[in-house]
């Protein structure tokens, strides 16, 4: 698998991003990964990187986007934060990684089964936790669906939160930013949100 160039970089539209991930993850699902000499890899970007994506995603430690989208050295940004909540330093990161580093697709990705949304769910208070779950209470406040049990023992509700999460995440980012929401609209970048399935190990992407 090549390491990508700023050719390479530049030849891409959003779509064939997105098909590129599309693709890493059905090599994930099957256990195939693309061959990589890492080591060639590191080398070939040792003076320069030019990703095609940039991935914000949870903490969580079974959730790493080079794994599940089967990518090497150089290939994408990820950021990380629990809940894959959106704030000032990660929106400045996205425009980074778009506006100054060439990549052509962002993507808000969520997770089954989260630790953080299902905090959230269940109002835990807890030092800095309680300010970073907070950012999660809009999706839970836009459910609506569940009248009853709405806590993490209700796997369907904190799974529509977890989905509300990532949309709002998305429509956040094109909000707060002019310099992605003008990228965007002027076709030069794509922003989407996505579910990884824990248990089946596959990306649902809402484009």
């Not at 769910?121 to 800095?128: A, F, K, Q, S, V």
């Amino acid at each position: 698998m090549r390491t990508h160039t700023k050719a390479t970089q530049d030849e891409l539209t959003p779509e064939m991003a997105l098909t590129i991930l599309k693709e890493g993850n059905e090599r994930f699902v099957n256990n195939i990964k693309a061959h990589r000499d890492l080591l060639q890899q590191a080398n070939d970007t040792s003076s320069g990187q030019f990703p095609f994506a940039a991935i914000l995603s949870c903490i969580d430690s079974r959730t790493s986007a080079e794994l599940i989208f089967d990518q090497g050295l150089g290939d994408i940004f990820s950021i990380r934060i629990a809940g894959n909540i959106l704030n000032d330093d990660i929106l400045g990161s996205m425009e980074f990684a778009c506006k100054i580093a060439g990549s052509k697709l962002i993507v808000v990705l969520g997770h089954t089964k989260c630790g953080a949304i299902e905090g959230a769910c269940d109002n835990i208070e807890l030092g800095h936790i309680t300010t970073l779950l907070n950012k999660v209470k809009p999706a839970i406040e836009i459910e609506k669906e569940t009248t009853s049990e709405r806590n993490s023992k209700n796997k369907k509700f904190v799974e529509n939160v977890t989905v509300h999460n990532v949309t709002l995440t998305v429509k956040k980012v094109k909000e707060q930013s002019p310099i992605l929401n003008e990228m965007e609209g002027s076709g030069k970048i794509k922003i989407i949100g996505g579910l990884y399935d824990l248990d089946s190990g596959k990306v649902t992407f809402y484009e």
